[in-house]
């Protein structure tokens, strides 16, 4: 069974940085957990070395809903 933590929530551009910065620097550590947190919770996972990346860029326009753009990066792997 598959278990899922999520959170949503709004944040400033500096602090959106702040975490892909805490990210990054999780997996940059060599050969140790990285610990990602969601929400108010910290998710301790084991990724390999090599790590499968996705990147999907949308780009609507829309003349009664006005424009959206949307970017996501999803990283998978095997433990």
Known sequence: MAQRTTADETLPRDELAAYLQELATEFGQSEEAV???????????????????????????????GNRETVEIELSWKP
Request: hydrophobic share 35%; charged share 25%.
């Open 35 to 65: 610990t990602v947190p969601v929400g108010n919770k910290n998710v301790s996972l084991d990724p390999p070395q090599n790590v499968d990346v996705s990147v999907e860029v949308v780009e609507r326009s829309s003349m009664l809903r």
